[in-house]
């Protein structure tokens, strides 16, 4: 089996957008596909990357998922019932809106789990502007917004967490 060696001691990095480097210099795409595709969260805000028996700790600039691709289903009446999403290691979910979290800088994430952990994940920026087409001011008194999915409204824009939180 290929071990995971060190060529420096430039630490691999995983940054707000999604890209992995080291030293500042990108890696091969096919590194970085399979960095994504093993990477494990481990504290609230550490991750490792896992390959069989090896593991090596990464410095992670936001968090550690990030959302590829997004589909909204809709019914035949055009109401939204769910988003579904390819994440950037290779997996395909429903998301759920009750995890909702939206930073001070206006980056929307959602939280999928991982490794015994509700882990962020990070939508693009014009991911956001696609949901936020559906969002509607709450009916209370608040500045707050909702999201109706699955004839449900969803507190949309929530501030955020720390990055992982363990599972009970």
Request: glycine share 8%; aromatic share 8%; net charge negative.
């Amino acid at each position: 089996m290929a071990m995971l060696h060190y060529v420096d001691d430039r630490p691999i990095v995983l940054t707000e957008r999604g890209r992995w480097e080291q030293g500042g210099e990108p890696l091969h795409p096919k590194v970085a596909t399979l960095f994504s595709a093993h990477i494990v969260p481990v504290t609230e805000s550490g991750f490792e990357i896992r390959i069989g028996h090896q593991r090596q700790t990464i410095e992670v600039r936001d968090c550690g998922f990030f959302i590829r691709s997004m589909h909204l289903d809709r019914h035949t009446d055009g109401h939204l019932v769910a988003v579904r999403a390819q994440l950037s290691d290779g997996t395909h979910e429903t998301l759920d809106p009750s995890t909702f979290e939206q930073g001070s800088d206006g980056v929307l994430y959602v939280r999928i789990e991982r490794h015994g952990f509700r882990t962020r994940c990070r939508f693009s920026s014009s991911q956001y502007h696609e949901l936020a087409l559906e969002v509607v001011p709450s009916e209370d008194e608040s500045d707050s917004y909702q999201i109706e999915i699955g004839q449900r409204f969803w507190p949309f824009g929530l501030p955020v967490d720390v990055v992982n939180i363990a599972v009970a």
